[in-house]
C-alpha cells in the first residue's frame, strides 16, 4: 500500500534534526501555517503537498488521499500523536512508520539543562575553550561517551551558542558534521540564512543545504545533493484556534494499524 501523501512529506525529514529525537526538540517559537511540497526527481511517486498548523504546544498536518482528508496531530506537553481520517469520522493513536514533522533549528547544546550531558547518567560533556568554525565564533566541547561494553569515546563538538545550533562534531574514526553559512537570502518573502551541512563518513559525503527563517527559526527550504527538495510557503504567522489540535468527539477509535516490517537482512 502506498503511503498517503502526508506520510511522504513527514517521512522525507528526518535530516531536519542532527541531535535530538523529532518530538523531544525544543518547540517552535511561534504559532503558524504554512504548505509543504516535497518533490525528488529520483522518486516522483513520493512528490507531495499538504498543510502543516503549530499551535502553542501542537501540531496539525493534513493532505488529501484518494479523496479523503488524513490528518496528524502531535501534542508536545502530553507527547501523544493522532492519525485521522476526517471522511470516514476515524481516528487511531500513534503514527505509522515514526514520521518526522519539520523543527525548529535549534539543537540542545551541552550547557542546556535539557540536553543529555545534564541528565543522569549521561556522557561527560567539558568545555574545553573557544574557536571560530568557517568565520564563526564558537564554544568547543569534549562529550566522553562510555558504551555498555566499558569502551571509552572521546566526541569533539563545537556549538554558535547564540544560534543554538551545532556547527561541527567530529567521532574518531567515525562520521563528521560540519555546517557552513552560504550567505542570506529572501526566499518565498521572507528572509533566511543559508547553511550547507555535510556529513562525512570513509569515503563518502553527503551535503544538505537549508535556508532558515530569521523570524521561525524553522527551515524553509532544504535541497539535498541528490536532488529531493522540501519547501515551505504561504506561511501564516499568528495563533491557531484549539479545535484544530483536537480530536473531533464524533470520531470513533479504531485500533492503531501494525507499521509494515523491513524485509530480514540476509
Avoid at 147 to 173: F, T, Y
Avoid at 237 to 266: C, H, N, R, W, Y
Amino acid at each position: 500500500m502506498n503511503a498517503p501523501p502526508i506520510q511522504k512529506i513527514l517521512l522525507a525529514l528526518p535530516f531536519l534534526l542532527w541531535t535530538t529525537p523529532t518530538w523531544a526538540a525544543p518547540w517552535y517559537n511561534s504559532a503558524f501555517s504554512a504548505q509543504i511540497q516535497k518533490s525528488d526527481p529520483n522518486d516522483p511517486t513520493s512528490n507531495a503537498t499538504a498543510q502543516i498548523i503549530v499551535g502553542k504546544e501542537s501540531f496539525r498536518a493534513q493532505a488529501d488521499h484518494n479523496g479523503q482528508q488524513i490528518v496528524v496531530i502531535f501534542n508536545s506537553k502530553t507527547q501523544k500523536s493522532w492519525t485521522l481520517n476526517t471522511g470516514k469520522k476515524e481516528f487511531y493513536e500513534g503514527v505509522i512508520n515514526a514520521p518526522e514533522p519539520p523543527k525548529v533549528d535549534i539543537d540542545l547544546l551541552p550547557d542546556d539543562p535539557q540536553s543529555n550531558c545534564n541528565q543522569p547518567k549521561g556522557p561527560t560533556c567539558t568545555k574545553v575553550g573557544q574557536e571560530k568554525v568557517n568565520g564563526i565564533p564558537a564554544d568547543k566541547w569534549h562529550i566522553q561517551v562510555t558504551d555498555q561494553a566499558g569502551q571509552s569515546l572521546l566526541i569533539s563538538l563545537w556549538s554558535d551558542p547564540s544560534r543554538k545550533i551545532i556547527l561541527r562534531q567530529e567521532v574518531p574514526n567515525g562520521p563528521t558534521m560540519n555546517r557552513v553559512l552560504a550567505g542570506v537570502e529572501n526566499i518565498n518573502n521572507r528572509k533566511t540564512e543559508k547553511w550547507e551541512i555535510t556529513e562525512a563518513f570513509q569515503d563518502k559525503k553527503h551535503t544538505v543545504t537549508k535556508w532558515i527563517d530569521l523570524n521561525l527559526h524553522i527551515p524553509i527550504r532544504i535541497q539535498s545533493d541528490t536532488g529531493s527538495k522540501i519547501e515551505l510557503s504561504q506561511i501564516q504567522e499568528g495563533s491557531q484556534p484549539d479545535t484544530l489540535f483536537q480530536v473531533p468527539a464524533d470520531f470513533k477509535q479504531i485500533a492503531t494499524p501494525t507499521a509494515p516490517q523491513s524485509p530480514p537482512a540476509k
